[in-house]
């Protein structure tokens, strides 16, 4: 299995403002997931994108992935106080799960109110 | 439907003493991930258990072990515990691996178990 890094390490925007994250990895994928954690607590699942996929969205959320740059990011439309946490990217290389998920040290993103 | 339980939430020991802890996934998932969360080294993933069988295991010392129930609840031990072991360990399920959203390792994540050696 693969580890995303993800790009910058540390974000912080004013409450309103779009959050753009990224997220490279090294070798091929099957898809590649995001998932938030808040301060202290598990991750939660946010979304996925499969290979063949090059854009998603999922609410205020739209995820891009370009497979020729090994690269995905993460946009957060409007965002809210609440979107104050770690966001981490996985790269899931395996067809479906043969490695565990590793994880890279995550983009910090604070929204200031 | 009740999610991935991790027990205990916090727990203090010393160094050279050993620690279990637990971990019931949601049912119906039989597969099983753990991961510690330090802030220098991040979120790194430690084994995954599927089946009562360990199918990965991440770059640990033998201190570290695990093992699955077969109602796939899992405990992970590690023993002769240092101060750098301080740290969230983090448990993960999953359906069968490969077989969620078609053919995706989607994790659903405990709250985590926050250890400190002293």
């Known amino acids: 299995s693969q580890q995303g890094e993800e790009d910058p390490q540390a974000l912080s925007i004013q409450e309103g403002e779009n959050a753009t994250m990224n997220c490279s990895y090294k070798?091929?994928?099957?898809?590649l997931q995001w998932y938030r954690q808040n301060s202290g607590r598990g991750l939660v699942h946010l979304i996925l994108?499969?290979?063949?996929?090059r854009e998603k969205h999922s609410g205020r959320l739209r995820v891009t992935l370009d497979t020729s740059k090994k690269s995905s990011s993460l946009l957060i439309t409007a965002s809210r106080a609440a979107d104050t946490a770690s966001y981490f990217c996985?790269?899931?290389?395996?067809?479906?799960?043969?490695?565990?998920?590793?994880f890279g040290k995550g983009t910090h993103l604070i929204i200031q109110p | 439907k009740a999610g991935v339980t991790q027990t205990p939430r916090y727990l203090i020991k010393t160094r050279g003493q050993q620690v279990t802890l637990s971990c019931s996934p949601i049912s119906g998932h039989r597969s099983v991930s753990w991961y510690q969360q330090t802030p220098g080294q991040g979120l790194q993933f430690l084994f995954e258990y599927f089946s009562e069988t360990q199918r990965n295991k991440g770059n640990f010392p033998g201190r570290f072990s695990g093992r699955q129930f077969s109602n796939s609840r899992s405990e992970m031990n590690v023993s002769t515990l240092e101060l750098g072991d301080s740290a969230l360990y983090l448990c993960?399920?999953?359906?069968?691996?490969?077989?969620?959203?078609?053919?995706?390792?989607?994790?659903?994540f405990g709250a985590g178990s926050r250890l400190t050696v002293l």
């Open positions: 070798t091929s994928i099957n898809n």
């Open positions: 993960a399920s999953s359906l069968v691996p490969g077989q969620g959203l078609a053919g995706a390792n989607v994790l659903t």
């Open positions: 994108i499969r290979s063949n996929e």
């Open positions: 996985a790269p899931d290389g395996s067809g479906g799960g043969a490695d565990g998920l590793t």
